[in-house]
């Protein structure tokens, strides 16, 4: 070993010469002697903490760096869904006002039908108390006729009579006086029945003619109906659409949604009552009135989704520039038994207390300390419906409690199985984990 050394000290030292360290006193002098070996140890030493500190400066700066980048994408993100969310609010409001707009044209389109239709019922009863005049004028010269028969064959008869009892009878000229005067006036009265006629006949052409008038203006009507109501279904498809397509990813149904959602109901909107006009004439189903309660559905079907998504936990349950996420849902490395399980939720990093908001409006199912969990809030939700917060440092809400959508109910710890200050969060159907960021990007796709 002394031989080791001695050859490490002969090749040192022709880079490391052998140092002396004079110690003087007030009497004497004492030195140290600095072998090659001992200098090398302290000159790898010194560069050893070197190193050292410059690595974990490194460090220390990439952990700020890479904080410093995901606040601010979570910052830019917050703002993307506060402009998507005034975006969509102001298409809303739009799509409303031209969903009153239209149902206001639709019903004054609808008088003035009913309007036109009462002018033809009209026009068809002129029209048959023409005819009847008519068959009253013709009925009466033809009795007229029959009675200027009847009467020339009784002045025949009477003539005769005469003729055989007195032995005389009247002259040529009285009888041609008297068939002139019966042939006037036959000629008066069917004088006074051609003009009635006429009349008659003009009165039933005008009412022909306003009838096709009308009829046109019913076809105009009939198609700017039809453009109405083509931007009111393409308007309701941009709405609904994005709705159902939450339901889906968050696998809630949409029958089940109207249907809850209508029960809930008070009472029915008057502006979303079906139409039904009642004449008295006889007038067969309408395919606008179809199509106009078919459009009045599907917008109770937008006040009922959008009434649903309300109650679905779509909101976060910290603020996206407060956290970070450290785990997602699935398999993972258990970070105290280093085995391979199943992580039914969301992980997020942040400051003790940081506040913990509920997710939706709901009833407080749990609030206390459960094994793992640690201060755990359990809140049941609409359509079977629960969201778990853990390992909370401070619990905020009493179980049986009313909460709202952003309503504090605690702040964030690490309470029970925790390596670290976090939320872990859960989303559950029926009992059943489900993975919590399908909710949240369901929320960031309609809002």
């Known amino acids: 070993m002394k031989r080791l050394l001695v050859r490490v000290n002969q090749r040192l030292e022709r880079v490391l010469p052998e140092q002396r360290l004079f110690l003087r006193s007030d009497n004497t002098t004492r030195f140290v002697r600095l072998r090659p070996t001992s200098q090398a140890m302290g000159i790898g030493a010194v560069t050893l903490f070197f190193a050292w500190g410059v690595i974990a400066t490194s460090v220390l700066l990439m952990d700020v760096i890479g904080s410093g980048s995901l606040r601010d994408q979570a910052l830019r993100e917050q703002a993307n869904y506060e402009q998507r969310l005034n975006q969509l609010a102001g298409e809303r409001d739009a799509r409303a006002t031209e969903a009153e707009a239209a149902q206001a044209r639709f019903s004054e389109a609808m008088a003035r039908i009913s309007e036109m239709q009462m002018q033809l019922l009209a026009s068809e009863e002129r029209r048959l108390e023409l005819e009847t005049g008519i068959d009253a004028i013709h009925n009466t010269v033809r009795r007229i006729t029959r009675e200027r028969d009847e009467a020339r064959a009784r002045l025949a008869d009477a003539t005769s009579t005469l003729e055989a009892e007195t032995g005389s009878a009247r002259t040529v000229s009285d009888r041609n006086r008297d068939n002139e005067e019966m042939l006037d006036y036959l000629l008066a009265a069917m004088d006074r029945a051609s003009r009635h006629t006429h009349d008659l006949g003009v009165s039933a052409e005008q009412a022909t003619n306003q009838a096709r008038h009308l009829a046109i203006e019913n076809e105009l009507l009939k198609d700017r109906n039809h453009m109405i109501f083509t931007q009111l279904e393409e308007a309701l498809d941009t709405v609904i659409a994005p709705l159902e397509r939450v339901f889906r990813s968050a696998g809630v149904s949409t029958d089940q949604i109207r249907r809850l959602v209508r029960q809930g109901a008070s009472s029915q909107s008057a502006s979303l009552r079906p139409i039904a006009i009642s004449t008295s004439g006889v007038m067969g189903p309408s395919q606008d009135i179809a199509r106009a309660n078919d459009i009045l559905n599907r917008m109770a079907d937008v006040d009922a989704y959008r009434k649903g998504v309300d109650r679905l936990p779509v909101a976060r349950p910290v603020s996206a520039g407060a956290v970070r996420q450290t785990s997602g849902f699935g398999m993972r490395r258990h970070p105290l038994t280093g085995r391979n399980t199943m992580h039914n939720g969301l992980d997020w990093a942040g400051p003790r207390g940081t506040p913990i908001s509920a997710t939706a409006d709901g009833v407080v199912k749990q609030a206390g300390r459960q094994g793992g969990y640690g201060n755990l809030v359990i809140i049941q939700h609409e359509f079977g419906i629960e969201t778990y917060y853990a390992h909370l440092t401070s619990i905020d809400v ?43 990007r369901a929320g960031q796709n309609v809002f």
Do not use: C, D, F, K
Request: aromatic residues 4%; hydrophobic residues 30%; positive net charge.
């Open 398 to 440: 009493r179980a049986g409690q009313r909460v709202s959508r952003g309503q504090r109910i605690g702040g964030m710890g690490t309470t029970g199985a925790s390596t670290g200050v976090h939320l872990h969060y859960e989303v559950r159907i029926n009992g059943r984990p489900v993975n919590p960021i399908t909710y949240i």
